[in-house]
């Protein structure tokens, strides 16, 4: 089981990226699927989760209105786009599945990408 998490980069304020989590080893309408970030000195924050067999997703707080998850079982990958990025959105990004219900809770996944960085900077 692996997961590969891509699509970050550098960014202005307000501008938009789209994250890629890619999955091998095992199909992604098995699991639920989180995302999750970790800015640099702080713990990690569950961000969106979605579960891609029935098509539920969950959101936290500071991740609703400009986030927003897909799911492309054909390609065995879930997308994390987000919107009018903000300085504060600078994090690693990371993806993980649990065979769990739909969680933000980091301890409840079992397998994690390798993470990919977004930074947000003018």
């Known amino acids: 089981v692996q997961l590969q998490a891509s699509g970050g980069g550098l960014v202005q304020p307000g501008g938009s990226l789209r994250l890629s989590c890619t999955a091998s080893?095992?199909?992604?309408?098995?699991?639920?699927i989180g995302w999750f970030r970790q800015a640099s000195g702080k713990e990690r924050e569950g961000i969106s989760c979605i579960s891609i067999g029935d098509g539920s997703t969950f959101f936290a707080d500071s991740a609703k209105g400009r986030f927003t998850m897909s799911g492309d079982n054909a390609k065995n990958t879930v997308y994390l786009q987000i919107d009018s990025l903000k300085p504060e959105d600078t994090a690693v990004y990371y993806c993980?599945?649990?065979?769990?219900?739909?969680?933000?809770?980091?301890?409840?996944?079992?397998?994690w990408g390798q993470g990919t960085q977004v930074t947000v900077s003018s």
């Open positions: 993980a599945a649990t065979s769990g219900v739909i969680s933000l809770y980091w301890e409840e996944y079992d397998y």
């Open positions: 080893g095992f199909a992604l309408d098995d699991y639920a």
